[in-house]
């Protein structure tokens, strides 16, 4: 089967790169090949010729998929972590790879500006940003997400556990939670 390609919707703040962080160390554990593709760093490094117009936010989707393609065809579980607004934004990554998993991280606008992470909704609200998903841009809330993780009412810890759990890696659990005994060493020892 190909690898998997765990694509992280919502808005900014929402908590996209925090649960993209930890499910990568999930599968760095269990010895998993994965690669990370968050959205500021393809924005940074992939797409910085583009803005956030509707047509330029679709090319950095198409461009993420492409490379997800290649990574996951190749045995390499890819976890995309981006604002990904749009359905076409969306379909244009799940087109690309054989093993699409939607993730929708889901929080209310409100506590995305109160976290406020980037101190990018101070600058929306001082009129230094446009197209701004969740305040003058669209966001089209997914039909059909394969998990969705309510980042207001649960922690990280239980939006990864959902995440594996739709995977089918919930039962890998880490040897040193199944067998404490085996790795426990006795201080007194010498
Ligand atoms: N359950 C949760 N899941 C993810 N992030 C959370 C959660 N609860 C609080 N947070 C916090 O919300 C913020 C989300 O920021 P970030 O992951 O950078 O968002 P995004 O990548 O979606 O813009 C972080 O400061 C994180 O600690
Ligand atoms: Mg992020």
């Not at 998993?32 to 797409?47: A, C, F, T």
């Not at 606008?109 to 109160?114: A, F, G, P, S």
């Not at 969740?134 to 939006?159: A, F, H, L, M, Q």
């Amino acid at each position: 089967m190909n690898a998997f390609t765990i694509l992280l919707t919502g808005y900014s703040g929402a908590g996209k790169t925090t649960i993209a962080m930890e499910l990568q160390k999930e599968f760095l554990r269990r010895s998993m090949p994965v690669e990370l593709l968050d959205g500021d760093v393809i924005r940074k490094n992939l797409s910085f010729d583009l803005d956030f117009s509707r047509e330029s936010r679709f090319s950095n989707a198409k461009r993420t998929g492409f490379l997800s393609g290649l990574l996951s065809r190749n045995g390499i579980n890819v976890i995309v972590s981006m604002i990904a607004p749009y359905s076409e934004c969306r379909d244009a990554i799940r087109h690309q790879v054989k093993n699409y998993k939607e993730v929708y991280v889901k929080c209310p606008i409100d506590i995305c500006e109160k976290r406020d992470v980037k101190g990018l909704y101070q600058k929306v609200r001082d009129g230094r940003i446009e197209h701004f998903t969740g305040i003058s841009d669209p966001y089209e809330v997914p039909i059909c997400p394969d998990v969705v993780c309510k980042t207001n009412k649960e922690t990280v810890v239980v939006s990864v556990a959902k995440i594996l759990k739709n995977l089918g890696m919930q039962t890998m659990i880490r040897k040193e939670i199944a067998y404490p005994s085996l790795f426990y060493t006795d201080p007194e020892a010498s």
